[in-house]
T-cell receptor, first 112, second 112 residues
Framework: NAGVTQTPKFQVLKTGQSMTLQCAQDMNHNSMYWYRQDPGMGLRLIYYSASEGTTDKGEVPNGYNVSRLNKREFSLRLESAAPSQTSVYFC???????????FGDGTRLSIL | QQQVKQSPQSLIVQKGGISIINCAYENTAFDYFPWYQQFPGKGPALLIAIRPDVSEKKEGRFTISFNKSAKQFSLHIMDSQPGDSATYFCAPAGAGSYQLTFGKGTKLSVIP
């Protein structure tokens, strides 16, 4: 049972490049989330999907787009990467009837 | 507006000692009060959580104390061990939303 799987684990981009971060969960969870973690800032919610077919903005959505491809997969896209988007990105999933949120191990993204 | 204030930012405790981390919140709609534990290179994982209908919950060496009137809750780690060295986050959530609002984290170091 893999839980929440994020790919890639590491990535280096140049300013202006685009990239999609992938997330998949095998727990049949309804809700999925994307966070970013910066030193001293805790985790901040970028976007979430309460159920398949729906997405909503979180606290820091600017510069990002998301796609809930199906119940298992929730991707995060950076259309034109900026150095301020250098961060560790975490995906999480949740079954509405069974907390807590389960997190992946993150994607470490550096933008030069 | 910072909805969740966590203290201290860092904590050094001797093996066998008691570690105490505090979290103050402003949103009275929060009704789920978890603590997450994060090891380097890993995603956060739920450690212990409490609902507002009880004032204390204990699981092994970990205890949550909840003070609804003061809008505060705390994590106590008894008999702290080097393996407890990690970053701890409080992350309260509101009724029905399951959207976590993370504190900025406390880095705990337990020294032998």
């Amino acid at each position: 049972n893999a839980g929440v799987t994020q790919t890639p684990k590491f990535q280096v981009l140049k300013t202006g490049q685009s990239m999609t971060l992938q997330c998949a969960q095998d727990m049949n969870h309804n809700s999925m989330y994307w966070y970013r973690q910066d030193p001293g800032m805790g985790l901040r919610l970028i976007y979430y999907s309460a159920s398949e077919g729906t997405t909503d903005k979180g606290e820091v959505p600017n510069g990002y787009n998301v796609s809930r491809l199906n119940k298992r997969e929730f991707s995060l896209r950076l259309e034109s990467a900026a150095p301020s988007q250098t961060s560790v990105y975490f995906c999480a999933s949740l079954s509405l009837s069974n907390q807590p949120q389960h997190f992946g191990d993150g994607t470490r993204l550096s933008i030069l | 507006q910072q909805q969740v204030k966590q203290s201290p930012q860092s904590l050094i405790v001797q093996k066998g000692g008691i570690s105490i981390i505090n979290c103050a919140y402003e949103n009275t709609a929060f009704d789920y009060f978890p603590w997450y534990q994060q090891f380097p290179g890993k995603g956060p994982a739920l450690l212990i959580a409490i609902r507002p209908d009880v004032s204390e919950k204990k699981e092994g060496r970990f205890t949550i104390s909840f003070n609804k009137s003061a809008k505060q809750f705390s994590l106590h780690i008894m008999d702290s061990q080097p393996g407890d060295s990690a970053t701890y986050f409080c992350a309260p959530a509101g009724a029905g939303s399951y959207q976590l609002t993370f504190g900025k984290g406390t880095k705990l170091s337990v020294i032998p």
